[in-house]
């Protein structure tokens, strides 16, 4: 092979030699299709499935392949060039005064088929070659358009591109190819694989389907798009893979019985496929034997046009199969083209391909006919067959997807080559302003303006390259529609591509959809955690796979799928849903609580009988039970005992500020009022009892009616001093506590200083123990003189009250610690009342004959 030289390439070849001659090497006879012209382009197309190799010679004949399986699409792809190329030769805007040519090969589906096929095209067909000739000159096409499969490009690629002669290719998607340093003059007319990636994520994104399946094809090509889907699926759509397996290639049932037994076992009903479709018949083949149904395949462009699998064996499992596919194109004229293809046209001669798919479309043999042909009874073909006559896929260009690729790459080439042969001399692009010239046109050269190729379709389509050679992406959202008695259509439904300003954009008409189940299928792990839940991921399983986990009190998520839950504010709780924040509920012991009515009642009870039994005394202030023993001391400790009754009020309602500073101070002032004023009594009687023996008359100037009040006055003045500094140093105040419940805030009041507090209720209970402890001394005087014992029972109630309250207090959390408190404080008072006043009340309004002097001295007669 000669390597056409130019200044910014390699210029050599590297041969392996094993001493022997380099004619000794094998040479390959390729099933080709070739057209004269002043220049020309290459093509290559898979027009047989398969090959078969003969035994390997060294000989310098041409070794025969075998090529099986026609494949009359892959010809109409081949002859889709070869019309472009002729209606370019009609159009006399594009490359006047100029003929195109071209030469077509068969690259069998194998790739070093389709490598030699490269290699003829890039060298030559000279059977001769002469290490010592000089190497000169330009190569014999000036771009080749293929191939169809990534793993031949890049292979082809890799040879070619060191010299820098443009190949477009129409069906290579795999994303390697985008490298431009490997592939520095690789373009081509269908996406790649990083878009077609995309355009499946989108798809799924579309409808929420994260818990997927991946099956490749063992090549490039699919090696490729597992590493690029795989590193997308998370961080696009937060998707997962349930399982990612390679096809095999050939024939390995024990590895797809593998396979397809995964897929059973998968909890994932979405199945994704970027593979070719000979991978897909093994594979359905399999899927039918194990009866797996309930999948939503998705298809890659490499299958989702593929009629061999759309059949009554296949549809009740590929039923509803969304795939992308190429750009569907028109392409005025082709079928008129096709039409006229003859096996003896002139521009047909000595090309193998058009003889093959004569044979194979009238199922008949050229002369001379294999012996077995004519013994089996075969006809001979004429070549004046009317092709309008027979059923073949050949001619049917309703869906032109494949050749509309083919289409636009030969126009790209063509647009490049006219746009340098109008180069004006001295304005062109390269050094020193020149142009290029056909003569001595250098591949590099007719890159330079491929590369900046743009026009636009009859179609409507825009064509044009970025910087990695890739055309303005554009898909067909396809879906496979099983009709009533069997027969299929694949319809579009939809359209993803890529704007010019990179934003990808999916339109579907998701009411055109055909779907194999009764209602758009689910395919996710986990379903989403609802907002008032996180996810706690599964150890050791996918990123999908997780458990939604209520948000602990207190926290909220107002979104699904949240990964962690936020903390409501201060003054907020969370819902019972925990899906928003709720104000927290605000307690207190109010007026509208039952047990604030229940305390507000007794308040009110005890000030109203305290009223009655002021007003019973006022009205028989003049009987012996109201005057004996200081009935003024005894108006006094009903007016106290009221107080005490009010001020358990302030106890109730939300706490403000004076509340705060008031209840204690009424409560405690009050208390000692009445305790001193019933201390004051004690000590009286006691002296009135020692006054009556000899000697004890002097006692009683002490406890005069001025002593008895300025004593009640003293003792009271201290507690008003005592809750003075208090108040002043530190003043009880309103406080929200959230300590007791967090979804409560408690209003309370906070006393300021706990000793102050504590002086209070300890100055309260010395007064009354002292109280108890004359009481009790004075309890055996004699029953009716005196109210000893009643003002001992009545103290005793009154510290065995406040003894209980204090632990109760303590105990107690927001207002049942107020609760506590009014309780004691209606209770003591209560005690107190009763005791105190319920003997003379009795005696007042029952035993009216009881309430007499001598009664009270004891000195009635019993009759």
């Not at 002729?86 to 070093?112: F, H, Q």
């Not at 309260?764 to 005087?781: D, E, K, V, W």
């Amino acid at each position: 092979a000669c390597p056409h030289t130019h200044t910014s390439a390699p210029t050599m070849f590297i041969y392996i030699q094993v001493n022997m001659d380099i004619k000794q090497l094998p040479q390959f006879h390729l099933n080709a299709l070739h057209m004269p012209g002043d220049v020309i382009l290459g093509g290559l197309f898979e027009v047989h499935f398969t090959s078969v190799f003969p035994e390997l010679i060294f000989t310098s004949e041409p070794t025969k392949i075998s090529c099986q399986g026609f494949d009359p699409s892959g010809f109409r792809h081949a002859m889709t060039m070869a019309f472009a190329i002729y209606e370019v030769n009609e159009n006399p805007n594009l490359l006047p005064n100029l003929t195109l040519g071209y030469s077509l090969y068969d690259n069998c589906a194998t790739l070093v088929i389709g490598f030699s096929a490269a290699m003829s095209l890039f060298n030559g067909q000279d059977e001769e070659f002469m290490p010592e000739e000089n190497c000169s000159g330009r190569p014999p096409v000036l771009g080749i358009v293929g191939d169809s499969f990534s793993t031949f490009t890049i292979a082809t690629s890799d040879v070619i591109s060191l010299f820098r002669l443009p190949i477009v290719s129409y069906y290579a998607t795999c994303l390697c190819l985008s490298d431009r340093k490997r592939f520095p003059s690789f373009f081509r007319t269908i996406p790649s694989d990083a878009f077609q990636v995309h355009a499946m994520l989108q798809i799924l994104k579309r409808f929420g389907w994260t818990w997927v399946g991946l099956l490749v094809s063992d090549d490039d090509y699919g090696h490729y798009v597992a590493q690029s889907f795989q590193s997308e699926l998370h961080y696009s759509i937060g998707g997962c893979l349930a399982y990612l397996e390679t096809l095999p290639w050939g024939d390995n049932p024990v590895e797809l019985r593998r396979i397809v037994g995964l897929m059973k076992k998968s909890t994932a009903r979405v199945v994704i496929v970027f593979a070719h479709q000979i991978h897909m018949i093994q594979l359905m083949e399999e899927v039918v034997n194990q009866n797996v149904t309930g999948l939503q395949w998705m298809a890659s462009e490499a299958w989702t046009s593929a009629n061999v699998l759309q059949t009554p064996r296949f549809m009740p499992y590929l039923g509803g199969t969304l795939g992308i596919a190429i750009r569907r194109g028109e392409i005025p004229g082709l079928r008129d083209f096709l039409l006229r293809i003859r096996p003896h046209d002139k521009i047909d001669d000595e090309n193998s391909m058009v003889k093959q798919f004569w044979e194979h479309t009238f199922q008949c043999r050229f002369a001379p006919p294999p012996v077995e042909w004519m013994e089996a009874g075969g006809a001979l073909c004429s070549g004046e067959e009317d092709l309008q006559t027979v059923e073949t896929t050949f001619l049917d260009v309703s869906n032109l997807r494949p050749e509309y690729n083919i289409y636009k790459a030969v126009y790209a080439l063509v647009y490049a080559l006219d746009q340098m042969l109008r180069c004006e001399p001295g304005r062109g692009p390269f050094s020193e302003h020149s142009c290029a010239s056909l003569q001595q046109l250098e591949p590099w050269q007719l890159m330079h303006y491929l590369e900046k190729v743009n026009f636009t379709t009859s179609f409507g389509d825009e064509v044009s390259f970025d910087k990695n050679g890739d055309a303005l992406p554009i898909y067909d959202v396809m879906n496979w529609v099983w009709l009533p008695g069997g027969k299929t259509e694949v319809q579009n439904v939809g359209v993803v591509k890529k704007t010019p300003m990179k934003a990808e954009e999916l339109m579907i008409n998701e009411d055109k959809i055909f779907w194999n189940f009764d209602t758009v299928p689910r395919s996710v792990c986990s379903e989403s955690c609802p907002p008032g839940t996180r996810i706690v991921r599964r150890k050791g399983q996918p990123l999908c796979c997780f458990d939604c986990v209520p948000c602990s009190e207190g926290k909220i998520t107002n979104q699904t799928d949240s990964i962690e839950c936020l903390s409501c504010p201060e003054d907020f709780w969370s819902s019972k849903q925990n899906d928003h924040c709720v104000p927290k509920e605000i307690e207190f012991l109010s007026y509208d609580d039952p047990l604030g009515i229940c305390l507000t009642t007794a308040s009110l009870l005890g000030t109203f009988i305290c009223s009655i039994v002021f007003a019973i005394f006022i009205y028989h202030r003049s009987t012996p039970v109201v005057r004996a023993n200081n009935s003024e001391l005894s108006y006094l400790i009903l007016v106290s005992l009221k107080l005490c009754f009010l001020c358990s009020l302030l106890f109730i309602g939300q706490p403000q500020l004076w509340t705060c500073q008031l209840r204690h101070a009424v409560f405690g002032i009050s208390f000692v009022l009445c305790v001193s004023c019933i201390l004051v009594k004690t000590m009286v009687v006691l002296a009135v009892f020692r006054s009556s023996k000899p000697g004890g008359g002097s006692k009683l100037k002490w406890f005069g009616s001025v002593q008895q009040r300025g004593t009640v006055l003293a003792l009271t003045c201290v507690q008003a001093v005592v809750c003075t500094v208090w108040i002043i140093s530190a003043s009880p105040t309103p406080h929200a506590n959230t300590r007791y419940h967090n979804d409560k805030i408690i209003y309370e009041c906070v006393v300021g200083s706990t000793i102050g507090f504590a002086v209070l209720l300890g100055y309260i209970s010395l007064l009354a123990i002292i109280s108890f402890l004359l009481a009790f001394l004075a309890r055996n005087l004699p029953d009716n003189f005196n109210e000893a014992k009643f003002i001992t029972f009545s103290m005793l109630i009154f510290c065995a009250v406040w003894v209980a309250f204090v632990p109760a207090y303590v105990n107690s959390p927001g207002k049942y610690a107020d609760a506590v408190e009014v309780f004691a404080i209606l209770a003591s008072s209560f005690g107190l009342l009763v005791a105190l006043f319920g003997p003379k009340c009795y005696i007042i309004l029952l035993k009216p004959e009881k309430n007499t002097r001598k009664a009270i001295m004891g000195r009635d007669i019993k009759r």
